[in-house]
C-alpha cells in the first residue's frame, strides 16, 4: 500500500489558525476501518476525512468521516473542507486545470446519502462554499429544567420564548436558547448529567445561542458541545448550524421563516469561527444552507 497524502485545512475561517481545522486524506480507498480510526485518533482534530474514490460514483465523491473516537454519517465542517480539497486537489488539477474552467459544485457521497457543495469564487481563487444539507426533522420538545442542569445555567437563562428542541439535517443536535451572552459563555456539562439525558433523546449534541454577539457584524453567538463524540466542544460545527438555521426559519427567530444571517462560534475556544446561514421553512419543505471560507495550512504523507 502506497502513504496517504493528507491536507491539514482551516474551515469556517476567517484567517490563518482561525475556525474548525481539519485533516482530508486522499487515496483512502485501501485503508481498513482501523487504519482510519488510528489516523483519526493520531491527528485528534474533531473529525478528520477519508476520499475513497477518486473519481465519482453517482456524481459523488465517496467519503468517510472520523472524530478521534468513532465514525460519523455526516457532518459540517468536514464537508466543505473535503470538498475544497476535491475541487483542487482531484478534479483541478485535472480536468478543469486543462481546460481552464472553475469548479463550482463537488458532491460527497456519505451514508446518510448524497451532499451537495457549491463553490464560490473571488479574483480566480475559491471564496465561500456552500453546503445543502438535509431536509429538517424536528423532534419532541425538551424539558427546561432538564437542560439546564446538563449545561449548568439556570433555567432563567434559557429564553422562554421559544423550545428547546432536537432537529437534524444529516446529524442532529440539541438547539438551546438563551438569553444572554454571558449565560452562553459560562454554560459547561455536567458530564455525568448529561450522559444520562441524552442517552434517551434523539440527539446527543447540544448548540447554545443567543442573539448578543462579540462581533456586532455577526447576528448570533453559538457553542457547541459534542461529548458524546469524543469532542468536549466544536469551534465550528456546520451539522449543528444547519438544524440551528431550520430551527431559527421555523420559530421565525428574526420575523421571518426566511433567514440570511452570520454567526459566531469558537470565541470561548480562541478558534472564532465564522459561519454563513440560510434557510426557509414551509410546512412542507425547508432548505438549509451552511456556507464559509477554507484554507489550507499544511500538506504531508501518513507512512503506511
Request: contains cysteine.
Amino acid at each position: 500500500m502506497t502513504n496517504i497524502p493528507f491536507l491539514i485545512l482551516d474551515v469556517f475561517a476567517t484567517e490563518k489558525y482561525t475556525g474548525n481545522q481539519l485533516a482530508v486524506c486522499l487515496d483512502a480507498e485501501n485503508l481498513t476501518d482501523l487504519q482510519m480510526q488510528q489516523i483519526a485518533r493520531e491527528i485528534n482534530f474533531s473529525e478528520t476525512t477519508f476520499v475513497t474514490s477518486s473519481e465519482p460514483v453517482n456524481g459523488g465523491y465517496n467519503t468517510r468521516i472520523f472524530t478521534p473516537t468513532t465514525e460519523l454519517p455526516f457532518a459540517g465542517h468536514p464537508t466543505l473542507g473535503t470538498a475544497f480539497v476535491i475541487a483542487r486537489e482531484l478534479v483541478g488539477k485535472s480536468t478543469a486545470a486543462a481546460v481552464g474552467e472553475t469548479i463550482e459544485r463537488i458532491a460527497l457521497n456519505y451514508k446518510i446519502g448524497q451532499i451537495g457543495v457549491d463553490i464560490h469564487y473571488r479574483n480566480g481563487e475559491p471564496d465561500i462554499l456552500w453546503m445543502h444539507q438535509q431536509q429538517p426533522q424536528f423532534f419532541d420538545r425538551v424539558n427546561v429544567e432538564d437542560l439546564a442542569a446538563v449545561i449548568g445555567v439556570n433555567p432563567t437563562d434559557i429564553d422562554e420564548r421559544y423550545p428547546i428542541e432536537p432537529v437534524t439535517t444529516g446529524l442532529p443536535s440539541i438547539i438551546v436558547p438563551l438569553k444572554t451572552i454571558a449565560a452562553v459563555s459560562r454554560a459547561k456539562l455536567d458530564l455525568a448529567i448529561y450522559a444520562k439525558t441524552v442517552a434517551t433523546l434523539p440527539a446527543q449534541a447540544i448548540l447554545v445561542f443567543c442573539a448578543e454577539t462579540v462581533n456586532p457584524d455577526r447576528q448570533l453567538h453559538v457553542r457547541v458541545f459534542t461529548e458524546w463524540f469524543g469532542i468536549p466542544e466544536d469551534p465550528a460545527t456546520g451539522s449543528a448550524n444547519g438544524c440551528l438555521a431550520a430551527y431559527l426559519a421555523k420559530y421565525q427567530y428574526f420575523g421571518s421563516p426566511k433567514l440570511d444571517i452570520t454567526v459566531e462560534q469558537g470565541v470561548e475556544m480562541g478558534r472564532a469561527s465564522l459561519l454563513y446561514l440560510r434557510a426557509e421553512y414551509t410546512p412542507t419543505r425547508c432548505p438549509v444552507s451552511i456556507g464559509g471560507r477554507v484554507i489550507t495550512i499544511a500538506k504531508g504523507e501518513f507512512i503506511l
